[in-house]
């Protein structure tokens, strides 16, 4: 059972243009999410997240939203480098981590 | 400070041979996850110790998976007989507390394993 859902299987934006990255949950009981990223034969690194208390968290040029009325998060590179080209994996826990299937973002020079 | 340690990187068997990960947790973690990443999809978890206790192995196929964490620190993985639909990557773990809030896992860089 897919519990979260990352739609886009890859992404592509120019340098310094903004990234914006989606995922979907249908557990409701979910109340914490994060966001990984994951180069290529490397385990994945977290990168920021965000509590469900909170609709937004902020570090440096990544920011995550979270919608739970419509069961949403995103996240927001701005601006974008190509040092960023990864996968991107939204996780989100409840009794444990579930993850997407991940988003491949390319930021082209 | 040395991440979480996996080993090997990549294996190729053959089908219904055994194979066995090794995993290294970061020093004082006491959560340590085993995940299997398929290709073009997310980590799915296959068991979650707390010390040497498994205290989620819910997802794990427990007629060729097995999995044990001696000591509460290194973990092994084995599968036996290997199947052709265990070729995925391994993933490696660990954490500090219990798997709640605001716990942010740490992976090692995986072991990769080819079934043929």
């Known amino acids: 059972d897919q519990q979260v859902k990352q739609n886009s299987p890859s992404l592509s934006v120019q340098e310094g243009r903004i990234s914006i990255l989606n995922c979907d949950y249908t557990n409701s009981m979910f109340d914490y999410f994060l966001w990984y990223k994951k180069y290529p034969a490397e385990g994945p690194t977290f990168l920021i997240s965000?509590?469900?208390?909170?609709d937004k968290n902020e570090d440096g040029r990544f920011t995550v939203f979270l919608n739970k009325s419509a069961k949403h998060l995103s996240l927001h590179i701005v601006p974008s480098q190509p040092g960023d080209s990864a996968v991107y994996f939204c996780a989100a826990i409840n009794n444990d981590m579930r993850f997407g299937a991940g988003t491949r973002l390319t930021v082209k020079p | 400070e040395a991440g979480v340690v996996q080993s090997p990187r990549y294996k190729i068997i053959e089908k219904k041979q055994p194979v066995a990960f090794w995993c290294n947790p970061i020093?004082?973690?006491?959560?340590l996850y085993w995940y299997r990443q398929n290709l073009g999809q997310g980590p799915e978890l296959l068991i979650r110790y707390e010390n040497e206790e498994a205290v989620d192995d819910s997802q794990l196929p427990k007629d060729r998976f097995s999995a044990e964490r001696l000591k509460g620190v290194d973990s092994t993985l084995k599968i036996q007989p290997a199947e052709l639909g265990d070729s995925a990557v391994y993933l490696c773990?660990?954490?500090?507390?219990?798997?709640?809030?605001?716990?942010?896992?740490?992976f090692g860089a995986g072991s990769r394993l080819t079934v043929l």
């Open positions: 773990a660990s954490s500090s507390g219990g798997v709640a809030g605001a716990n942010v896992l740490t």
């Open positions: 965000i509590s469900s208390i909170k």
């Open positions: 020093s004082g973690h006491n959560t």
